[in-house]
C-alpha cells in the first residue's frame, strides 16, 4: 500500500507541476498591463509610419532623377 500512495503522490505532484508552469506562461502572455500593450501597438504604427516615409522618399527621389 505504501507504493501505491507514492505513485499516486507522485502522479499528482507531477500533474500539479505542469499545471503551474502552464498557468504561469498564459499569465505571463496575457498578463501585460493594457499600457504595455498600447505602447507596443504604437510602436508598431510608427514602425509602419516611418516605412510607408521611406517608400515616399525613394519614389520621390526616383521621380526626380
Known amino acids: 500500500t ?3 500512495f ?3 503522490f507522485s502522479c499528482i505532484s507531477i500533474l500539479l507541476l505542469f499545471l503551474s508552469v502552464f498557468i504561469i506562461y ?3 502572455q496575457h498578463g501585460s498591463s493594457p499600457e504595455e500593450s ?3 501597438i504604437s510602436h508598431s504604427k510608427r ?3 516611418e516605412a510607408a516615409e ?12
Do not use: P
Request: include cysteine; aromatic fraction near 0%.
Open 38 to 40: 498600447t505602447k507596443r
Open 26 to 28: 498564459r499569465c505571463s
Open 47 to 49: 514602425s509602419e509610419q
Open 54 to 65: 521611406a517608400d515616399l522618399s525613394r519614389t520621390e527621389r526616383l521621380s526626380v532623377s
Open 6 to 8: 507514492v505513485a499516486i
Open 2 to 4: 505504501r507504493t501505491i
